[in-house]
C-alpha cells in the first residue's frame, strides 16, 4: 500500500476545490454573461474594448480548464483507497473515486499467475475483484480444501473502507459460492512497523496487520512462523483458539479438508496409547500452530492417566505426547510399560522404603530422548528423593536424594574423620570396602557446614555422596551408570550389554562394507538406560564414527569421512594407547581404564586407577610418545 507523493499533494489541492466551490465555478463557465459590462475605453488605441474582452474570455477559460483538470485528476487519477487480496497470491488494486482501478499489482510469484493476461487498468473495482477471484479459483488457489481469502483496504476515510469492504466481501461470497469461501475482512491504515513487517518477511501489508492481530491475543506465537502460513491456515488458528481481531469480520468458515480433521487426530492418539474410547473418561481436541507447523493437541483422560498428544493436522504424525498419572492407574501404551504402582515399588526398594513411611508428590510418565521413563519424587520426614524409572523394565536410572529443609549447624572443628565417613556411605549401599574403589574423599565448607564430598564407583555405578562432617548424616546422594572401557573381552562390561565389543566391532564393520580396519575406540555407555558402544576406526582413506546399540547390535548412528591425517605416521590402535599408559604408570593391569581419542589433535586420553591413585596419560595417536602424564593418590 504505497501513497505517491505528487498524487497525494494533487489530490489534496483537489479536495479543498471541490467541497463549495468547484461545482458552483463549473456552472457559471457554462452560462452566458449577466448584467452591465463596462469597458474602459482607451482614446489611443480604439481596438482596447475588444482586446479587454478577449483578455476576459482568455482568463475565464483557463480558469475552467484548470478547475476542470483538477476535477478530472481528483476523479479518475488520483488515488482513493487500496484494496489487497491475499491467498496465497497476493494482490494490490489502487482504486480512484469513480471506483475504477488505476492499477494492479502482483505482489509475489503466484500473484503474477493470477494477473496474467489481465487489463483491469480503468475496470470497475467490483468487476475487477471478481475477475481475480474466478482466476484464482481456476489455478486451484481457492478450492474446497482451502477457502479462505484475506480482504484487506485502506482508505484515510473510515467510512469509505467499512462500505467498500462490505461491498466487496459479498461480491467475494457469491463468486466462491459454489465451495463456500470464507473472507477475513479488515480495514487497514498503514504504518512504519507494518510496512517493516511486510518487507521483513516478504508479505503484503494486509496480511502483516492480520498477523500482528493474531499476535496480540496470542503473543506466544512468532511473527516468522505466521508469514510462512497461509490465509486458510491462519483463519482456522484464529478461529480454533476463538480470539477476537480488531476492526475484521469473517464470513464463512474455514476448510479443513485438507487435514486429517479432528475425529482423525483422536484415533491416532488412542490407538498410540493403547486404549479405546469406551475407556476415556474425557476427551478434547484443538487445533493449534506450532513452529509454523498446523497441529492437533488431543487431551484425553482414562484410567486415571493424563495424556497429551501434538499430532500433525496434515499427515497424522504423532510430533510428540505425555502422560502423567493424575490419581493412581496403570499406563498400557501398547501393552509393555509397567504400571506407575510398580515404578514407585521399585523406587521405594532402592530406597529401603515402604509406602507407609513416605508421601508421593509426583508420578509421571514422560517421554525422554525416546524412551519412557517414571518420574517419581517422594519425601519423609527427613529426606526427598526424585527417581527416574526405566518404564519398561522398572530399572532404576538415576536418583538424587537430599535433606529436607535442613539448617546448618554452627562449625566446630569435632568433625568425623574420613575413613568414617566412607564407612557411613558403605553403610548406606549396604556394601563392604572390596566390592567399592573410592575416587575422593574430601572436607569442604559449603552450604554453610563442613562436608564430606565423596566420590566412588562399583562394577556399574559411579555415586556422589555429601555427608555432614560433624555427625556423618548423608545430605544427598545420586548414581550415574558406569562408563566401562571394553576392549577385545578385556575389562568389564556392563550387566545391561548382550554383546561384547568384538561383536559390536563387527557390526559397524559390515554397515561400513569393510573387513578389517584400525580401531581407535571401542567403549561401552549408557544412554537413557540404554548400552551403547561408541565405536572409531579408519582406513587408508576414511575415518568412521558408530554407535550400536549394546542389547541388540543394531546400528544407532554412523558417520564416514575422508581421513586427515597427522604427523606422516599411521595413527596408533586404542590398545597400543592403553599399553603405553600402563608402561608408563608402571602398571600391569588397573581397575578402571578409560580411553579417548581427540581426532582434531590426534591423541589418546587414557585415564586409569589403580587402588587409591588415578593416572591421566596422553598419548600422541601419530607416534605412541608420552605427551603428558599425572597421578593423584587419594588421603
Known amino acids: 500500500m504505497r501513497n505517491d507523493p505528487m498524487e497525494q499533494k494533487l489530490k489534496t489541492a483537489a479536495e479543498h476545490l471541490t467541497p463549495d466551490v468547484l461545482d458552483r465555478i463549473l456552472a457559471d463557465c457554462a452560462k452566458e454573461p449577466k448584467g452591465e459590462i463596462l469597458y474602459m475605453e482607451n482614446i489611443s488605441d480604439p481596438r482596447s474594448r475588444n482586446n479587454n474582452w478577449i483578455k476576459v474570455l482568455s482568463l475565464g477559460t483557463a480558469a475552467c480548464m484548470m478547475i476542470g483538470g483538477l476535477f478530472w485528476w481528483n476523479r479518475y487519477r488520483a488515488l482513493n483507497y487500496t484494496v489487497e487480496m491475499d491467498v496465497n497470491p497476493s494482490i494490490e488494486l489502487r482504486v480512484n473515486k469513480a471506483e475504477k482501478v488505476i492499477s494492479a499489482e502482483a505482489l509475489n ?19 475487477a475483484t471478481n475477475a481475480i477471484i474466478g482466476s484464482m479459483v481456476k489455478n486451484g488457489y481457492l478450492s474446497e480444501l482451502s477457502n479462505s481469502i484475506l480482504l484487506t483496504v485502506e482508505s484515510d ?23 463456500g469461501g470464507s473472507v477475513i475482512a479488515q480495514q487497514v491504515v498503514s504504518d512504519n512497523d507494518l510496512q517493516n513487517m511486510a518487507g521483513d518477511y516478504g508479505i503484503s501489508e494486509g496480511k502483516a496487520a492480520l498477523i500482528r492481530n493474531i499476535l496480540n491475543e496470542l503473543p506466544m506465537l512468532k511473527a516468522e512462523d505466521l508469514a510462512e502460513m497461509s490465509i486458510n491456515d491462519l483463519n482456522l488458528l484464529a478461529s480454533s483458539k476463538q480470539i477476537a481481531l480488531s476492526n475484521t469480520t469473517t464470513t464463512g468458515s474455514a476448510s479443513e479438508s485438507g487435514y486429517i480433521g479432528t475425529a482423525r487426530a ?79 515399588q521399585a523406587a521405594l526398594d532402592d530406597a529401603g522404603l515402604t509406602e507407609s513411611e513416605v508421601t508421593f508428590i509426583k508420578t509421571k510418565l514422560d517421554q525422554d530422548n525416546g524412551s519412557m521413563v517414571y518420574d517419581i519424587e517422594f519425601y519423609t520426614a527427613s529426606q526427598e528423593y526424585d527417581y527416574e524409572i526405566d518404564a519398561l523394565t522398572g530399572k532404576v536410572l538415576s536418583v538424587d536424594n537430599e535433606i529436607r529443609g535442613f539448617t546448618a549447624q554452627t562449625q566446630t572443628s569435632s568433625y568425623i574423620s574420613a575413613e568414617e565417613a566412607k564407612a557411613k556411605v558403605l553403610e548406606h549401599l549396604g556394601m563392604d570396602a572390596s566390592e567399592v ?44 551408570a558406569l562408563k566401562v572401557w571394553n576392549q577385545g573381552g578385556s575389562g568389564s ?40 558402544y561408541e565405536i572409531e576406526f579408519y582406513t587408508a582413506d ?37 599399553r603405553i599408559a600402563l608402561e608408563r604408570a608402571g602398571l600391569t593391569a588397573a581397575d578402571y581404564v578409560k580411553v579417548d581419542y581427540d581426532q582434531d589433535d590426534n591423541e589418546y586420553e587414557v585415564e586409569m586407577r589403580s587402588g587409591n591413585t588415578e593416572y591421566e596419560v596422553k598419548i600422541s595417536g601419530s607416534t605412541g610418545a608420552v605427551l603428558e602424564y599425572d597421578s593423584e593418590t587419594d588421603d
Do not use: P
Open 493 to 532: 562390561t556392563a550387566a545391561a550389554a548382550a554383546i561384547d565389543s568384538e561383536t559390536a566391532r563387527s557390526k559397524a564393520l559390515a554397515h561400513a562394507g569393510l573387513s578389517t580396519a584400525t580401531f581407535t575406540k571401542t567403549e561401552l555407555d549408557y544412554d537413557d538406560g540404554r548400552a551403547e
Open 109 to 127: 510469484k503466484d500473484a503474477q499467475i493470477i494477473l496474467e493476461d489481465m487489463k483491469l487498468k480503468g475496470v470497475d473495482v467490483d468487476v
Open 266 to 344: 483422536e484415533e491416532i492418539a488412542l490407538e498410540h496409547a493403547g486404549i479405546t474410547s469406551a475407556d476415556t473418561d474425557f476427551i478434547n481436541t484443538e487445533l493449534d500452530c506450532d513452529g509454523g507447523i498446523m497441529e492437533y493437541e488431543v487431551e484425553l483422560l482414562a484410567g486415571g492417566v493424563e495424556y497429551e498428544y501434538s499430532i500433525n493436522a496434515r499427515t497424522g504424525q504423532v510430533l510428540g505426547y505425555e502422560y502423567e498419572l493424575s490419581s493412581g492407574g496403570s499406563v498400557s501404551a501398547g501393552g509393555n510399560y509397567i504400571t506407575a504402582q510398580e515404578a514407585r
Open 437 to 480: 574403589t573410592f575416587k575422593k574423599v574430601e572436607l569442604d565448607y559449603d552450604d554453610g557446614m563442613m562436608q564430606y564430598e565423596i566420590e566412588l564407583y562399583t562394577a556399574d555405578r559411579e555415586y556422589d555422596y555429601d555427608l555432614n562432617a560433624q555427625d556423618g548424616s548423608i545430605l544427598s546422594w545420586d548414581f550415574e
Open 157 to 179: 476515510d473510515h467510512q469509505k473502507s467499512v462500505e467498500v469492504t462490505d461491498r466487496l466481501t459479498n461480491e467475494i461470497n457469491a463468486a466462491l459460492d459454489s465451495f
Open 542 to 578: 576414511s575415518e568412521y564414527e558408530y554407535k550400536i546399540d549394546g542389547t541388540t547390535g543394531a546400528v544407532l548412528e554412523s558417520k564416514q569421512e575422508a581421513r586427515q591425517t597427522s604427523g606422516g605416521s599411521s595413527t596408533i590402535s586404542e590398545a597400543d594407547a592403553k
